[in-house]
């Protein structure tokens, strides 16, 4: 496609990464707005543009605004910037916030969503983020697929109403087992085991449903349904209430699964 | 190291995988036991070598026997197994039974516990499961060792109670991690999103963990006390009250597993 000019407001980890991204596919980063002065420089400096804290300084030949600010700041930010352009197209990159946080303030507007899972301590390879768009319009979403296609492999539309689902079934598959991972880090440390023995396991059951669906892929005593099994392992748990809680709960909601089905 | 003599009791799942692995190592396997005729002629046939039913027709040259039996068929195989001959090692493969099943029935004895998830429909590269071995003697703990040094790259010791905590470690990182990507799926496809679009994250998720420990990669809503957040997922979870309750619990122990470091 071609180069679009584009104006980034705010500088922090979203806007960084998809800053990067936008301005290796080729399209022209003309400014970054954020409120902090060093956060504006620090990215200014990276895609090698200019910056400005004050919101009427924020260029007005941009093709693109795009908003990445905290959630809360979004109110705020969104009536002052709009101003900049009538005829420009306006995305904010909130997975939380509907696209209706828009109406009324201006015509061409939508949402681009990088689902993503940010670490300090790790690159990210924006062609493996999935991202999904939204627009008032059928062009515009047109625009933002073709735009959302050159930084990333994996491209969909969602309303706003799939987004906020899209963010609760992310807590499940990667916050709740990125905590599994956490307890069983504690259980094989606390009997001298290394998490590392864990590995292979976790890549495992991670690799397996790229092929099976997960609900087909379901192994272990809850599934089997094996009362001896699940008694012994809560014995196991006996000093640690709250692990064996959550092992309870899980084992049930396992085996209601697997007898719905 | 030299190739052992080995008779394979049992022709299940487990039998199968590591008789074909100890073959490929090179390995002797001189027999296969199995009550059931149809499973010990196929994974006979698979390891082109002999098979009987009858116990008392086991060979008694074989320099290691490893039993690959329900765990609840070992009380009454073991008794008779030994019988075949008083010098040779005996090991079971159970990750949930004591070394000390063996105490009193012969003098050379052991463990070999390969730590897997099998799914039928996957082939399994056992090159990359773990094995955790444990003998009466450290004699027969090198030798196990060296043994499975030659079937997979992960090779641990481990007692019996050590082996007690790595199967409930597992139910937590493999068991339960895949019914949260069950989870996922549920709640994608009864919004009209395709389980796809999670696997970056979830692979993500399971790479990070080879870098950082999970209790440092952990983000989302409860690692920050984002109490908004969390109560706008369970009010979207409200129609589905056990995965509310699932989310609810395991919101409280990544809070709880926070503070406390």
Same mark, same amino acid.
């Given at each position: 496609?071609?180069?679009?000019?584009?104006?980034?407001?705010?500088?922090?980890?979203?806007?960084?990464?998809?800053?990067?991204?936008?301005?290796?596919?080729?399209?022209?980063?003309?400014?970054?707005?954020?409120?902090?002065?060093?956060?504006?420089?620090?990215?200014?400096?990276?895609?090698?543009?200019?910056?400005?804290?004050?919101?009427?300084?924020?260029?007005?030949?941009?093709?693109?605004?795009?908003?990445?600010?905290?959630?809360?700041?979004? #109110?705020?930010?969104?009536?002052?910037?709009?101003?900049?352009?009538?005829?420009?197209?306006?995305?904010?990159?909130?997975?939380?916030?509907?696209?209706?946080?828009?109406?009324?303030?201006?015509?061409?507007?939508?949402?681009?969503?990088?689902?993503?899972?940010?670490?300090?301590?790790?690159?990210?390879?924006?062609?493996?983020?999935?991202?999904?768009?939204?627009?008032?319009?059928?062009?515009?979403?047109?625009?933002?697929?073709?735009?959302?296609?050159?930084?990333?492999?994996?491209?969909?539309?969602?309303?706003? #109403?799939?987004?906020?689902?899209?963010?609760?079934?992310?807590?499940?598959?990667?916050?709740?087992?990125?905590?599994?991972?956490?307890?069983?880090?504690?259980?094989?440390?606390?009997?001298?085991?290394?998490?590392?023995?864990?590995?292979?396991?976790?890549?495992?059951?991670?690799?397996?449903?790229?092929?099976?669906?997960?609900?087909?892929?379901?192994?272990?005593?809850?599934?089997?349904?094996?009362?001896?099994?699940?008694?012994?392992?809560?014995?196991?748990?006996?000093?640690?209430?709250?692990?064996? #809680?959550?092992?309870?709960?899980?084992?049930?909601?396992?085996?209601?699964?697997?007898?719905?089905?």
């Amino acid at each position: 496609m071609e180069a679009s000019k584009i104006v980034l407001v705010g500088a922090g980890n979203v806007a960084t990464h998809l800053g990067r991204a936008l301005r290796q596919a080729g399209h022209d980063i003309i400014q970054v707005y954020s409120r902090t002065e060093e956060s504006a420089r620090t990215l200014a400096g990276q895609l090698e543009t200019g910056f400005t804290v004050q919101m009427d300084e924020v260029r007005t030949d941009a093709e693109l605004y795009v908003v990445a600010v905290k959630d809360d700041a979004l #109110a705020e930010v969104l009536p002052r910037l709009v101003r900049c352009s009538p005829t420009a197209l306006y995305v904010h990159t909130a997975g939380s916030i509907s696209i209706d946080v828009w109406k009324g303030l201006t015509s061409r507007y939508g949402v681009l969503y990088p689902l993503q899972t940010f670490s300090r301590r790790r690159p990210v390879d924006f062609a493996e983020i999935p991202c999904f768009v939204e627009a008032r319009t059928a062009a515009d979403t047109e625009y933002l697929l073709r735009l959302a296609g050159g930084l990333s492999q994996c491209v969909y539309e969602a309303t706003s #109403a799939q987004r906020l689902y899209l963010h609760v079934a992310a807590v499940f598959a990667c916050n709740f087992t990125n905590h599994l991972y956490a307890v069983c880090q504690q259980l094989l440390e606390e009997h001298g085991l290394p998490f590392e023995v864990m590995l292979p396991l976790i890549d495992e059951t991670a690799r397996k449903v790229h092929q099976l669906p997960p609900a087909e892929a379901q192994t272990g005593p809850a599934r089997r349904g094996d009362t001896t099994v699940m008694e012994h392992h809560l014995q196991l748990l006996h000093d640690r209430p709250e692990l064996a #809680a959550v092992y309870d709960i899980l084992s049930k909601s396992i085996y209601s699964m697997t007898h719905h089905d």
